[in-house]
């Protein structure tokens, strides 16, 4: 994975000042490569561009403790153009929105309660030393919620060890919340148990994890979520997740 981040943006105690505020790296978390050829970004809707998600805080806080998410975006060149000439990838600059972005401002604006708030941004363009000079770096910054993540990579074993009581309750929160992200046209793409906050203390649940979003025509609510997002079990759930028309036959879940 080549390296398009210096040390100068996402180092541990490197600063960056935003529309709002300026904040300081606390940790990296991930990071992605997300480069294509010419031959790719022609049926593609994004540039090339890779990511870094850091954990960060006010560089005014008292804190030393991470309080927030960032991610940042820059635009890279295209895979067999990373030597030409500063001059030649400066051709390939471009503008971008990231759907993260956009999202979270929806969200944030609109007082949704089911997703992290937007605590600040800024897109700027590239200098001569970036992959692509002229194209865009962005910087999205948003709260980090409380209470547990209910699932990983692999499935949602923490929502299991959860009574049922309170699988009922995050199940009815889950559909509540479902059902928010619809009305403002932002779903998270491939959604799972890891994408789900569970806050005990409050019974509130969040939907994080926007970096993939949007929203298609056919997007409406159905019980195949509770399948999609491991928070029921079903015997026959490749079947029932490669169906369009399946539309969630509670027969047989486990809940």
Not at 56 to 71: K, L, W
Not at 91 to 110: D, I, M, N, R, V
Not at 196 to 205: A, F, I
Request: glycine residues 6%; negative net charge; aromatic residues 12%.
């Amino acid at each position: 994975m080549a390296n398009w981040f210096s040390r100068r943006l996402t180092a541990p105690g490197a600063r960056v000042q935003l529309n709002q505020t300026e904040w300081t790296i606390v940790e990296e978390v991930d990071r992605q490569d997300l480069s294509a050829d010419e031959e790719d970004l022609r049926i593609s809707i994004e540039p090339c561009y890779g990511y870094a998600l850091l954990l960060c805080r006010p560089s005014q806080s008292r804190e030393t403790q991470a309080s927030a998410f960032m991610r940042i975006y820059l635009q890279t060149p295209m895979l067999n153009t990373e030597g030409e000439d500063p001059i030649d990838r400066s051709q390939q600059a471009t503008t971008y929105t990231p759907s993260e972005l956009t999202a979270l401002q929806k969200f944030t604006e609109g007082g949704v309660r089911y997703t992290p708030r937007l605590l600040d941004w800024r897109s700027s363009q590239q200098d001569e030393s970036r992959p692509v000079p002229g194209g865009f770096i962005i910087w999205v910054v948003w709260e980090i919620v409380p209470g547990i993540r209910l699932g990983d990579d692999f499935g949602g074993d923490i929502f299991w060890t959860l009574p049922r009581s309170e699988r009922d309750a995050v199940r009815s929160a889950f559909e509540d919340g479902y059902k928010t992200l619809l009305e403002y046209g932002y779903l998270i793409e491939f959604g799972r148990a890891k994408n789900l906050v569970w806050d005990r203390e409050t019974q509130r649940l969040y939907f994080v994890g926007f970096w993939r979003c949007g929203i298609h025509p056919s997007d409406r609510w159905t019980p195949k979520a509770f399948v999609t997002f491991n928070l029921v079990k079903t015997p026959r759930l490749r079947r029932m997740l490669s169906d369009p028309d399946w539309d969630g036959d509670p027969q047989n879940w486990e809940f």
